[in-house]
């Protein structure tokens, strides 16, 4: 069972905040910065770096735990966050006021959370949120958890026979020849 680590967690927004420019990260990246980060280290590293849980929401997953870390990291003095207008629309954007521990991450996990930020900084809110509207997203129902394991899921193809014959083996259902 993956464990959600709340201090880890609170550090990566942390971390999030302090290597980009505020004016370049509003909640709609950050949240996609933590759900990117924590999926492709479920996949490559083989466990998730903050073990959160994501939720399906209308422009993307996000942390179920987001909006409480911020709250928490403002009231301690961590992070500020202001109301900016962005093309019209209403944008909030974090300010990093104390560094991050960076002891709580491998130098694996800090690699692909600045992987992360490089890429989605070269992103719109708007065009990031786009992408992450992808199959497993598509599946859940808003307001639904989306498991870590649907990431290994993402890509569906076809079934052949060659499949039917190896889930029929490995089910111990295959027939008598």
């Known amino acids: 069972m993956i464990e959600f680590n ?3 967690f609170k550090n990566l927004v942390l971390y999030v905040c302090s290597k980009c420019d505020p004016k370049e990260l ?13 999926m492709l280290s479920y996949v490559y590293l083989e466990k998730p770096v903050t073990g959160e849980t994501y939720i399906k929401r209308q422009f993307g997953p996000v942390p179920k735990h987001v909006l409480t870390i911020l709250a928490e990291l403002e009231v301690e003095g961590l992070i500020a966050t202001r109301e900016s207008e962005y093309f019209g629309y209403d ?54 958890e989306i498991p870590y394991h649907a990431v290994l899921a993402s890509e569906i193809g076809e079934i052949d026979e060659e499949d039917i014959k190896w889930a029929m083996k490995s089910a111990g259902l295959e027939k008598a020849a």
């Open 91 to 144: 944008k909030k954007e974090y300010i990093s006021l104390k560094k991050p521990n960076l002891t709580l991450f491998t130098p694996e996990e800090i690699s692909l959370i600045d992987a992360m930020i490089e890429v989605i900084k070269e992103h719109t809110a708007k065009t990031i949120s786009q992408i992450s509207h992808d199959r497993i997203w598509e599946l859940a129902e808003v307001g639904e």
């Open 26 to 38: 509003g909640s709609t990246k950050l949240n996609k910065v933590l759900w990117y980060t924590d």
């Open 6 to 8: 709340k201090e880890k």
